[in-house]
C-alpha cells in the first residue's frame, strides 16, 4: 500500500480514540496529533520505516532533523546528555513551546534519520494536555515535524492536516486549534546557548532563566536544527512583507488598526498575532489569490518568531 492509497481517519479526543492512535505508533503508522504549537506529525523514533514514512509523507528532505517529543523529564534523559543549563530551563519552561538541542546518547535507541545522521537531538515536552496524553499512552519517543506538506503552511486544526496529507497518513487526532499557533523555540546547548530557532517561547525568558544573552543562529551557518531552512511555511501564493496596502490581485493581512481581508491582531497583539498566523495564511491562500500582502509586524518579543517565518514564507522556491 502507498502512502496516498491510506484512509486518513480523524480520531476524536477521547479513550477510544488515543488507544487507536497509539497501537498505529507501535504498529510503525503516522498520527498528525496537536501540540500547543502546530499539529505535529508523529512516528515511533525508535523505528526506521516510521521515521522514513514521515519523511516520505511530508516530501521533507533527509538532512533535515526532526524533532522528538517525550512525555516526561526523565524520559527525555534517557535519549540526551543531559545538562545543568538543560535541567534550570526544562523545570522553568517544561512542558511548553521549547525544544532543547542536545548532545545524542550512544545509546539511545533512536533511527538515525531522526538526527540526519548530526551528534545531537532535538527534544520537547508539549503541553497540550491531547498530546501528553498520547505520549504518555505510547510510553516512547515519537519524531513529530509539523503535520504539513514540507516547506508550506504549518497546521494549526486537523482540517489543516487532512487538505494536506490527507491520504498519506494513518490518522490524525483531533485536538481542536492550537493555542501557540507558532512552532517551538529551539535552542542550542552546546559551548553557548544558541537560539537556532525563534518560535513560541519569547527570548527574554529564557534570557532571564539563564542569566546570559543568548547567540543567535547565523542563516549562513550550517543546518542543524529543524526550521532553518531558507524556504518554508510558504503558502501556494507568493508573500510580500512590510506591505501598506495590496496591490492589484492581491490579499492584504494586517497588523494593528487598518483596513484589511484579515487581520492578525487589530489591537497590535503579538500573542493573539502569533496564535492567528498560520491559520490566517491558511485562508487567505484558500482563495487563491495572485499573492499576499502581509503589513509590518514589530520584530521583538512574539514578533521577532512571526517575521522568522513570514520571511521564510516569502523567500524564493
Not at 55 to 77: M, T, W, Y
Not at 290 to 310: E, M
Request: net charge negative.
Amino acid at each position: 500500500m502507498t502512502p496516498s492509497d491510506l484512509e486518513t481517519l480523524r480520531l476524536a479526543d477521547d479513550a477510544e480514540g488515543h488507544a487507536r492512535a497509539a497501537a498505529i505508533l507501535r504498529d510503525g503508522g503516522l498520527v498528525a496529533l496537536p501540540t500547543e504549537t502546530v499539529y505535529g506529525l508523529g512516528g515511533d523514533a525508535r523505528n526506521d520505516m516510521a521515521v522514513a514514512r514521515i519523511f516520505e509523507a511530508k516530501g521533507r528532505p533527509r538532512f533535515n532533523p526532526l524533532i522528538v517529543h517525550v512525555d516526561s523529564i526523565d524520559r527525555a534523559q534517557a535519549y540526551v546528555h543531559w545538562s545543568d543549563q538543560a535541567d534550570r530551563l526544562a523545570q522553568a519552561f517544561w512542558p511548553g513551546p521549547l525544544t532543547l538541542v542536545l548532545p545524542l546518547r550512544d545509546d539511545a535507541g533512536l533511527s538515525p534519520l531522526v538526527t540526519a545522521d548530526l551528534p545531537t537531538l532535538a527534544i520537547r515536552l508539549p503541553a497540550h494536555p491531547v498530546a501528553q496524553r498520547l505520549l504518555s499512552e505510547f510510553a516512547g519517543p515519537v519524531a513529530a515535524p509539523s503535520a504539513n506538506p514540507s516547506g508550506r503552511i504549518s497546521p494549526t486544526t486537523a482540517d489543516h492536516v487532512l487538505a494536506g496529507l490527507g491520504g498519506r497518513i494513518a490518522a490524525v487526532l483531533d485536538g481542536g486549534a492550537c493555542d501557540v499557533g507558532l512552532e517551538s523555540t529551539i535552542l542550542g546547548l552546546g559551548r553557548s546557548p544558541t537560539l537556532l530557532r525563534p518560535g513560541g517561547l519569547p527570548t527574554g525568558p529564557i534570557e532571564a532563566a539563564l542569566g546570559m544573552a543568548l547567540v543567535h543562529h547565523s542563516t549562513g551557518d550550517p543546518l542543524v536544527a529543524p526550521g532553518q531552512m531558507a524556504s518554508h511555511y510558504a503558502p501556494g501564493a507568493s508573500v510580500r512583507l512590510n506591505a501598506r496596502a495590496a496591490e492589484p490581485g492581491e490579499l492584504f493581512l494586517g497588523f494593528g488598526p487598518m483596513d484589511c481581508d484579515l487581520n492578525l491582531s487589530a489591537s497590535g497583539d503579538l500573542t493573539e498575532a502569533a496564535a492567528n498566523l498560520f491559520g490566517h495564511l491558511h485562508a487567505l491562500d484558500a482563495r487563491a489569490p495572485d499573492g499576499i500582502a502581509v503589513a509590518p509586524v514589530p520584530d521583538t518579543g512574539l514578533g521577532l518568531a512571526i517575521n522568522d517565518r513570514l520571511r521564510r514564507a516569502a523567500a524564493p522556491r
